[in-house]
C-alpha cells in the first residue's frame, strides 16, 4: 500500500495515537479514507468527461493530423537541400501536401529560401 512497509506503517500509527487519541483515532481514519475516495472519484470524473468530449478528439485529431504534415513537408524540404548540395538538380515540382498546411505553417514554408539554379 502506497510502498510503505509494515514498520513504517506501525510508526505512522503511533505518532497519529499521539496526536489525536486512542477514541478519535477510528473517526479521522474514516474521514481521511472518505476524502481519499471522493478526491480518486473526482479524478475518474474528469478522465472520464476528457475521454468523452468529441471535439476535445477531435481536436486532438487535426493536430496529429497537421503535425504528421509537417514532418512531410520538412522531409521533403530536407531531401531538397540534399540534393542541391549533392549537386543533383532539384525537383520543382510541388507536393501537394503543403496546400494542407494551416495558415501560419504555409507562411513559414513560403519563407524557406528556394536553391538557386
Given amino acids: 500500500m502506497f510502498g510503505i512497509g509494515t514498520g513504517e506503517l506501525l510508526v505512522i500509527i503511533l505518532i497519529a ?4 487519541g486512542p477514541e478519535k483515532l477510528p473517526g479521522a481514519a474514516k474521514s ?4 481519499l475516495r471522493q478526491l480518486r ?13 468529441e471535439d476535445l478528439k477531435s481536436a486532438i485529431g487535426e493536430l496529429r493530423s497537421v503535425g504528421q ?3 512531410r513537408e520538412i522531409g521533403d524540404i530536407g ?7 549533392e549537386g543533383a538538380k ?4 510541388p507536393t501537394g501536401e503543403i496546400t494542407k498546411l ?3 505553417a504555409r507562411y513559414a514554408v513560403s ?3 528556394k536553391p538557386e539554379k
Fill in 17 to 20: 495515537l499521539l496526536f489525536v
Fill in 111 to 113: 519563407k524557406v529560401e
Fill in 79 to 85: 531531401s531538397r537541400i540534399m540534393r542541391q548540395a
Fill in 69 to 71: 504534415d509537417l514532418q
Fill in 32 to 35: 481521511i479514507g472518505k476524502g
Fill in 90 to 93: 532539384p525537383s520543382t515540382q
Fill in 41 to 53: 472519484n473526482a479524478a475518474d470524473n474528469v478522465r472520464n468527461t476528457v475521454e468523452q468530449d
Fill in 102 to 104: 494551416p495558415a501560419r
